[in-house]
T-cell receptor, first 114, second 118 residues
């Protein structure tokens, strides 16, 4: 069975600082991996996804993530945090590659301070 | 392009009552999903429709939950009777694709309906 673990339910960074949100997955077959963002009272928005090929994936709003098979990780990073990045971030895994078979992590709430 | 529309945005009901949620997907999207997001957890897929047929409802509590997608467009999700543990945000999502990953299967989410059962 597949699963996703997000380390840290809350992360706080200063504006301009590096953002690092951790995600580890468990899968018996090569997974497809996703990061979604959820702003308050909004639905989920896809930030980026890894399918095959290049392990460093660039997404919207300056975010990127690197698939590391040896570490079973897919951490999300952004070099410089902005106040508008404050939101909840979800890592998700799919075995079939379709958007429907997503298993989500429990989420990490990112707080950005001045 | 209009997004996924859901209504109502908020609903408060007493346990054992019934409730229904409505979803209008993005025009032309063949696939529609309902997710349940309990506070502090990630979304969990309840049911997936392909046009007006059910593709996956393995995690839908069928003794109290039902969903339909008449004419392959709008969808309703019903809970009857509601329990306290049904308090959650119910998210509807749609995607254009038919299941082949590299072809338009990104899911677009609505704002959700927040249900509180008291």
């Amino acid at each position: 069975a597949q699963s996703v673990t997000q380390l840290g339910s809350h992360v706080s960074v200063s504006e301009g600082a590096l953002v690092l949100l951790r995600c580890n997955y468990s899968s018996s077959v090569p997974p497809y991996l996703f990061w979604y963002v959820q702003y308050p009272n909004q639905g989920l928005q896809l930030l980026l996804k890894y399918t095959t090929g290049a392990t460093l994936v660039k997404g919207i709003n300056g975010f990127e993530a690197e698939f590391k098979k040896s570490e079973t990780s897919f951490h999300l990073t952004k070099p410089s945090a902005h106040m508008s990045d404050a939101a909840e971030y979800f890592c998700a895994v799919s075995l079939t590659g379709t958007a429907s078979k997503l298993t989500f992590g429990t989420g990490t709430r990112l707080q950005v301070t001045l | 392009e209009a997004g996924v529309a859901q209504s109502p945005r908020y609903k408060i009901i007493e346990k054992r009552q019934s409730v229904a949620f409505w979803c209008n997907p993005i025009s032309g999207h063949a696939t529609l999903y309902w997710y349940q997001q309990i506070l502090g957890q990630g979304p969990k897929l309840l049911i997936q429709f392909q046009n007006n047929g059910v593709v996956d409802d393995s995690q839908l509590p069928k003794d109290r939950f039902s969903a339909e997608r008449l004419k392959g467009v709008d969808s309703t999700l019903k809970i009857q009777p509601a329990k306290l543990e049904d308090s959650a945000v119910y998210l509807c999502a749609s995607s254009l694709g038919t299941g082949q990953f590299r072809v338009n299967t990104e899911a677009f989410f609505g704002q959700g309906t927040r249900l509180t059962v008291v």
